[in-house]
């Protein structure tokens, strides 16, 4: 299926190593037009606490994540971005497209608290046997924990759009029925970055912080961010979206606010015009009590 190689491409632009290519290249061929299983007895519920009927029949396409329990789990979840990506999908493809949440949870009262933390009232599914992980076995790299269905569930394409804007691109074009090529449509450019990392140091944790990477455009093209990844809902950025001309500045803002006391060291992946793209900047620091 021509669009898995289009997938392949845009996953293999993450700049990992040689064995780690092969193994996106095995995944990728391995999934191609699979069948993925659901439960008999899946149960949605909002907020992990009212049961709801919840049917996606009527949908052409649906977009299915699962959630495993290793990990940060807000890290993981990003609903706040994928209130953004189900908001754009329901408009472009005139809610032909349904999102199917299946959550694995170490901990469903922490589950319980992010959802209602972000408001995300859309319908997930608490699946506490890892029932419909069972069924399917799933990679344990998350980029592949994340599906584009057909109407018989049948594996389109695979990737999780929150944290790959190309992804979201290639989802949408096919749910919109649209054919979807990834040929560089801007001129690559130069950039340099200020710092690629920066130490928070030691704060209170129920203060948010606030810092600033400052991107240069040192090529003779124009620079255009098509998006700003963040490895957790904790951070966010802020950024002016227009073409960054040459020799100017671009400051990136980026937020972070601990929801309890840790140690954190976090990515920003930035999408741009440039051979290098993804260009990754990290923050780090100690949030205490």
Known sequence: MKYFYYLLFALLLCGCQETKKEKISRLVNEWENKEILFPKNSFFTIFAKDTIAF???????????YIDS??????????????????????????????????????????????????FNYPVCIDDADSINKLNQFSDEMMFQTFLLDKENKVLAIGNPVHNPKIEKLYL???????YTDKPILSQTKISVDKEMINLGTFDWQKKQQVAFTIRNEGDQLLVINGVTTSCGCVSTEYNHEPVQKGKNLKIQV????????????????????????????IKGDARK
């Not at 074009?173 to 054919?179: D, N, Q, R, Y």
């Not at 309890?260 to 930035?270: G, L, P, S, V, W």
Request: hydrophobic fraction near 35%; charge should be positive; glycine fraction near 4%.
């Open 55 to 65: 049917d996606t029949v009527d949908c052409d396409y649906k977009v299915f994540t």
């Open 70 to 119: 290793t990990g940060c789990t807000s890290c993981k979840l990003q609903l706040l971005k994928w209130k953004g990506v189900i908001a754009k999908f329901d408009s472009l493809t005139h809610n032909n497209t349904a999102f199917l949440f299946y959550f694995h949870p170490k901990s469903a009262k922490e589950i319980a608290y992010i959802l209602k933390r972000d408001n």
């Open 173 to 179: 074009k096919l749910a919109m029925g649209e054919s």
């Open 255 to 282: 937020s972070y606010k601990a929801d309890h006391a840790e140690h954190f060291d976090k990515t920003i992946t930035i999408y741009c015009n440039v051979p290098s793209s993804p260009v990754k900047l990290r």
